[in-house]
């Protein structure tokens, strides 16, 4: 594993670089939170019967971006990664084939996508996609703003886990 870099955008960045300068740090916290650990470890859940694990939250932070930088932005159906109508909740249905090298260049895959959707787009463009409850598309500001409060929620809950795996605490 190499050494994450996690930055902080500017304090006087303009708003498109303030809102993908705070998601690519919370995408580098997560995988600053997996680091140095083994794939069992990474595959560990965290508090029985809960089957949250950190390998499970890289992989639901793939489908997510996923989601929302194609499904939702672009309006494609690329079809889910780890899940499926018979198992809603696959990414966090761990094996012992599951690798933190197929999770990360996955995850990866999936964020380098959303970049170069999301370049394609303004701030205040609209998704193809429309919400489920409403039916009214979302801004790209939006979406920026949702995926950066996605993955402070679940760098909480990775805080907890890798806590409890080998004790280890940061921000």
């Not at 955008?9 to 303030?18: G, I, L, Q």
């Not at 193809?128 to 993955?151: A, C, D, N, V």
Request: proline letters at 4%.
């Amino acid at each position: 594993m190499t050494t994450t870099e996690r930055r902080e955008p500017a304090n006087n960045a303009d708003e498109r670089t303030m809102l993908e300068g705070w998601l690519d740090y919370h995408r580098s916290t997560l995988a600053w939170k997996c680091e140095g650990l083994t794939d069992a470890q990474l595959r560990t859940a965290s508090v029985p019967p809960s089957e949250l694990s950190l390998l499970g939250l890289v992989r639901h932070m793939a489908e997510v971006e996923r989601g929302w930088f194609r499904s939702v932005l672009l309006g494609e159906d690329p079809g889910p990664i780890y899940c499926s109508d018979a198992d809603p909740d696959g990414e966090f249905h761990l094996t012992e084939a599951d690798t933190w090298q197929e999770a990360y260049a996955t995850w990866q895959e999936e964020i380098d996508i959303a970049r170069r959707n999301a370049a394609g787009f303004a701030l205040d463009d609209l998704s193809k996609g429309r919400s489920r409850q409403s039916g009214e598309p979302f801004s790209l500001r939006w979406i920026y703003t949702h995926m950066i409060e996605e993955y402070a929620r679940h760098n909480g809950h990775a805080d907890l886990v890798r806590e409890q795996l080998d004790g280890a605490t940061g921000d």
